[in-house]
């Protein structure tokens, strides 16, 4: 049985950081292409981050770059995504996810599993 689970959200000030977490476990997970994605309410999910079985390639959502980093432990079955200067936009529940392709994607229906997700609150 295959199991994501996210750690790490929580509520902060604008300008605050955050690391959130995602272990998976039941998948072989260097073979699985892992991404982040989030969801405020009203809003439709979006994607924020995605990085290869290596973690040599890394894409990011436009209002996110330079801010955000995605990082794997493939050793560990674990991806992580660093949130520096965070705004209240980012209030959202962020998700992570993996896919079994060796492409970084951006569109959520490709990702075949998906963690319950952790909320992160960025007050103003």
């Known amino acids: 049985q295959v199991q994501l689970v996210e750690s790490g959200g929580g509520l902060v000030q604008a300008g605050d950081s955050l690391r959130l977490a995602c272990e998976a476990s039941?998948?072989?997970?260097?073979?699985?292409?892992m991404g982040w994605f989030r969801q405020a309410p009203g809003k439709e999910r979006e994607f924020v981050s995605g990085?290869?079985?290596?973690?040599?390639?890394?894409i990011y959502a436009d209002s996110v770059k330079g801010r955000f980093t995605i990082a794997r432990e493939n050793a560990k079955n674990t991806v992580y995504l660093r949130m520096n200067s965070l705004k209240p936009e980012d209030t959202a529940a962020y998700y992570c996810?993996?896919?079994?392709?060796?492409?970084?994607?951006?569109?959520?229906?490709?990702?075949?599993?998906w963690g319950q997700g952790t909320q992160v609150t960025v007050s103003s």
């Open positions: 990085i290869s079985w290596t973690g040599r390639t890394t």
């Open positions: 039941g998948l072989n997970f260097r073979t699985y292409v």
């Open positions: 996810a993996a896919w079994s392709h060796f492409q970084v994607s951006t569109t959520a229906a490709n990702y075949e599993y």
